[in-house]
């Protein structure tokens, strides 16, 4: 018995197995999508004064395909010159799941100049996450905001 976990443990640790893993997809700030939730004025750099939204694509429908009632958490961090992150805010999108791409509605404001990292996470793993870093998400990326 202890032979056979000893052995999938270290299948598992070669990765011939996955226990569980994390969606990833591409997350983009913007400024609008269009009818099909594909962005618009992609931006790596704003200013505070900028509107922007942040959208995710991924490759397989998330959630699972069935139409359900899923959440998406959208956490926001500045980062600092050594690399360290400092939660900022966070948002929570209620949608349907077996979807493609997803976008938020309503316009975000950096609060200071800065460099920033977004991640879109899901919401039913935020208390996982949080006390362990965000190493599982489906998407994230970073923006330069200034004055």
Excluded at 34 to 55: E, G, K
Excluded at 103 to 117: I, L, N
Aim: aromatic residues 16%.
């Amino acid at each position: 018995m202890t032979a056979r976990i000893l052995f999938f443990g270290i299948l598992i640790f070669l990765g011939y197995f996955k226990l569980a893993s994390a969606q990833s997809g591409k997350l983009t700030i913007c400024n609008d999508t269009d009818d099909n939730i594909n962005p618009i004025t992609v931006y790596t750099t704003a200013t505070t004064s900028t509107p922007v939204n942040f959208q995710i694509a991924v490759d397989s429908p998330l959630f699972g395909a069935a139409h359900s009632q899923a959440f998406i958490q959208w956490e926001t961090f500045k980062v600092a010159a050594n690399g360290d992150e400092t939660p900022v805010d966070q948002k929570v999108m209620q949608t349907e799941s077996g979807w493609l791409r997803y976008a938020t509605t309503e316009p975000y404001y950096f609060p200071e100049p800065g460099k920033y990292a977004v991640y879109a996470i899901d919401y039913y793993k935020r208390d996982f996450l949080e006390h362990r870093g965000y190493t599982q998400y489906i998407a994230k990326t970073f923006i330069e905001i200034t004055k």
